[in-house]
């Protein structure tokens, strides 16, 4: 039809020329750019949870390298931590080198802080590089070490000072590292200075926790002819304060006492009344009459007395001499048994009644048993430290334990308690005592060296 016109085109087509595709394109850019920071903040988010639940510092060291790696896309991450003075790297974590890599590196000297290093160390500002070799300030490679390209650095602060740095190097994809990385690394620079000194005050509330614990245990005195090893290891936890001890005495009559014990809890007041429990034993043992039993109960009426509460497992043994051999008389509080360990090597349980834990029970009658020793054997007390574990039955760990006694027997008595503990050291979760005390070759007893 005549009348029919098709549409002017033009003033359509002309829309065409207005800015509309480069709107859209810094509209993407922008939801791009939105995108990668919510992620980045998610990742953030799950970094600084991750790097929180560590305690232990050298793993809080790598975690954040490796955090550090994964928010940015970095092949390769490390940590270089400063020296007192600040000068110079006093250590250096790296990861993501390959076993090769590693390899190839084998016996080159871990950086000190020099070149780039060194001016991070001298100038703590975030730090982008391009290209490494290119850098003034560039030291390049040590041989064998793997070719980086670009690099970013950012240091950590603790409380004001400058722990360390944190080097990242090569992207993943290529591209250098840009200014929404140096932001994300530097918050987690920031969350990072947190979680080292959480983890530096750890170690030193640890630290102060075992000095206070071994300062209650005693020092074994000189129990000449006898040979006595002891190994004391505490919680990992410092909170789990134990109240494991031990103590051994020569006697005047030339029998030699051992005890081993467990106060109840995992505090400071656990740990004290330890101290106390094992004061009044060693007097009771240097004053009454040669019976184990005997000094348990007198010892379980005065705790009652003075108002000790806290229930005690304990096990007191003395080895004296008998008719070409010696005697092992020893009365059990609740404890666990002793193991014995003969000079062939067998390893037994001396299974006999338990009886009850100090504290519950003054008046109850403490039983006593007698087991003949040859020469040259070994009486093994210890804590539940060592034998238990939630995962595994106690009789599993006692079976383990005495199978571990055997394997060790041809070792001195100071290396057959470091190798069972260390067998039987578990994660930790509880503190762990263990005596052992040999008797003498019959040309030993009653003399001296």
């Not at 850019?29 to 970094?47: I, K, M, N, P, T």
């Not at 070799?133 to 400058?162: D, T, W, Y």
């Not at 020092?219 to 494991?244: C, I, M, N, W």
């Not at 304990?314 to 008389?329: F, Q, V």
Request: aromatic letters at 4%; glycine letters at 10%.
């Amino acid at each position: 039809m005549a009348g029919d016109e098709q549409p002017d085109a033009a003033p359509f087509s002309s829309l065409l020329n207005l800015p509309l595709s480069s709107d859209l394109d810094r509209i993407g850019e922008q939801l791009h750019a939105l995108a990668r920071a919510q992620g980045s903040l998610q990742g953030l988010l799950q970094a600084v949870l991750g790097i929180s639940s560590e305690l232990e510092l050298p793993a809080v060291l790598r975690r954040i390298v490796s955090t550090a790696m994964e928010l940015v896309g970095a092949r390769y991450g490390a940590m270089g931590v400063l020296d007192e003075r600040g000068e110079e790297l006093a250590e250096f974590i790296p990861l993501g080198l390959g076993t090769e890599e590693l390899n190839a590196l084998s016996g080159v000297e871990l950086p000190r802080g020099r070149g780039l290093l060194g001016h991070l160390i001298h100038h703590p500002e975030p730090l982008r590089v391009s290209d490494i070799s290119s850098h003034q300030e560039s030291a390049g490679f040590p041989r064998g070490h793997p070719p980086m390209r670009r690099l970013l650095g950012v240091a950590i602060s603790v409380r004001g000072q400058v722990y360390g740095n944190l080097y990242l190097t090569d992207r993943r994809d290529g591209a250098p590292f840009d200014e929404h990385d140096e932001g994300v690394i530097r918050a987690l620079a920031g969350t990072a200075g947190v979680a080292i000194e959480h983890a530096r005050l750890y170690q030193r509330v640890r630290a102060s926790a075992e000095t206070f614990q071994r300062l209650l245990l005693p020092k074994l005195l000189d129990l000449h002819p006898f040979r006595a090893a002891t190994v004391y290891r505490p919680a990992s936890e410092p909170d789990q304060l134990g109240g494991d001890w031990y103590d051994a005495l020569l006697l005047p009559d030339g029998a030699c006492v051992a005890v081993i014990g467990d106060v109840q809890g995992h505090d400071l007041r656990a740990a004290a009344a330890m101290s106390r429990t094992r004061s009044k034993l060693r007097a009771l043992c240097l004053t009454l009459p040669a019976s184990p039993g005997a000094v348990l109960s007198q010892l379980d009426t005065i705790m009652r007395t003075v108002g000790e509460e806290l229930m005690t497992t304990a096990c007191l043994a003395r080895i004296e001499p008998a008719e070409n051999a010696w005697r092992l008389r020893w009365s059990n509080a609740g404890h666990l048994p002793p193991l014995l360990l003969r000079p062939d090597g067998q390893a037994r349980y001396l299974d006999a009644e338990p009886g009850v834990p100090l504290g519950v029970d003054p008046g109850v009658d403490r039983p006593e048993h007698v087991q003949a020793l040859p020469w040259g054997a070994t009486v093994l007390l210890y804590t539940d430290g060592l034998v238990e574990r939630p995962s595994q039955s106690l009789d599993r760990g006692l079976d383990a334990l005495a199978r571990t006694v055997s394997e060790h027997a041809g070792e001195s008595l100071d290396e057959l308690c470091r190798a069972v503990v260390e067998a039987h050291a578990g994660e930790g979760l509880d503190d762990i005592a263990l005596l052992a005390l040999s008797t003498p070759a019959p040309t030993g007893y009653g003399q001296r060296d």
